[in-house]
């Protein structure tokens, strides 16, 4: 008999609670906060979750730092507030898929899974003693796919919510991504070498995460560890920083249309 995935539900919870609590997420955002949370920790690679968790605490506390800073270096600084429920979506819509799709499809015998209709290809039932989540053969790649989805999306959030909020502390003058020119800190498409390297640091934090998680829970990923690691690592911290990058034109044209 399967039983219900009550410590993700748990989780769930106790992290949505907590971004009310905190201020961190309107009452929408915390709503939503819970339902990804638990669909994504519900997943039976637990690895995922414990990457969410990750990346949920680093940003929040990294915001948090980002704004005391902001406050007293920038003159007429405002807090922007907590996330809304389209925020937190925005910030876990391709994990959140990616997860669903790798549960229905490796794991459909299991709750809440077993409540789907039967509407994918069914790969092997997954047992973390038999086969790796990050191995290239299982359904042509797919399973591998689906976790690189994972790892793209929350090594991009974080790296990009990184370099926005240490990225002030850097000692060097941000350079404007358009002109090359030196900006004053905080300005909208800006970037800076602190900002960029904690970017970097951002995704590698995700791609170790997932990498030690794997390999704790999943005996075939210990086997692998070697193989593992690198492209973990690499396509972690390309990630990082491609969230910042990525972020810095749609601030140029937030910034623009704000003026």
Same mark, same amino acid.
């Given at each position: 008999?399967t039983?219900?995935?009550?410590?993700p539900?748990l989780?769930?919870t106790?992290?949505?609670?907590?971004g009310v609590?905190?201020?961190k997420l309107?009452?929408?955002?915390?709503a939503?906060?819970f339902?990804v949370?638990f669909?994504?920790m519900a997943?039976?690679?637990?690895?995922?979750?414990v990457t969410?968790?990750?990346?949920?605490?680093?940003?929040?506390?990294a915001?948090?730092y980002?704004?005391k800073?902001?406050a007293q270096l920038?003159?007429?600084f405002?807090d922007?507030g907590?996330r809304?429920?389209w925020q937190?979506l925005c910030?876990?819509?391709?994990?959140l898929i #990616? +997860?669903v799709?790798?549960s229905?499809t490796? /794991? %459909?015998?299991? *709750?809440?899974?077993? !409540?789907? =209709?039967?509407?994918?290809p069914q790969?092997p039932?997954?047992?973390?003693?038999s086969?790796?989540p990050?191995?290239?053969?299982i359904s042509?790649?797919l399973?591998?796919?689906l976790?690189?989805i994972?790892l793209?999306?929350?090594?991009?959030?974080l790296?990009?919510?990184l #370099? +926005?909020?240490?990225?002030?502390?850097s000692? /060097? %003058?941000?350079? *404007?991504i358009t002109? !090359?020119? =030196?900006?004053?800190?905080?300005?909208n498409?800006?970037i800076?070498i602190?900002?960029?390297?904690?970017?970097v640091a951002?995704?590698?934090v995700?791609?170790?995460t997932?990498?030690?998680?794997?390999?704790v829970?999943?005996?075939?990923?210990?086997?692998?560890?070697m193989s593992?690691?690198?492209?973990?690592i690499?396509?972690? /911290?390309a990630?990082?920083?491609l969230g910042s990058?990525v972020r810095?034109p749609i601030?140029?044209?937030i910034g623009t249309s704000?003026t």
């Open positions: 008999m039983t219900f995935p009550v410590i539900l989780l769930a106790a992290l949505a609670v907590n609590l905190s201020r309107s009452p929408s955002g915390a939503t906060a339902v949370g669909l994504v997943t039976p690679v637990r690895a995922i979750g969410l968790i990750v990346f949920y605490l680093l940003a929040s506390r915001t948090k980002g704004k800073r902001k920038e003159e007429g405002q922007a907590y809304t429920g937190v910030n876990s819509i391709a994990a #990616a +997860s799709v790798w229905a490796f /794991s %459909p015998n299991v *709750l809440p899974w077993s !409540l789907l =209709p039967s509407v994918l790969g039932l997954y047992d973390s003693e086969w790796c990050l191995s290239g053969g042509n790649g399973s591998r796919a976790l690189f994972v793209g999306q929350f090594a991009c959030c790296g990009d919510t #370099a +926005s909020e240490l990225g002030i502390l000692t /060097s %003058p941000p350079i *404007l002109t !090359l020119k =030196p900006v004053p800190p905080g300005t498409g800006g800076s602190g900002g960029t390297l904690a970017s951002g995704g590698c995700v791609g170790l997932l990498f030690t998680s794997l390999v829970e999943n005996g075939a990923c210990r086997a692998e560890w593992i690691l690198p492209s973990l690499y396509w972690g /911290s990630a990082g920083v990058m810095c601030d140029i044209g704000a």
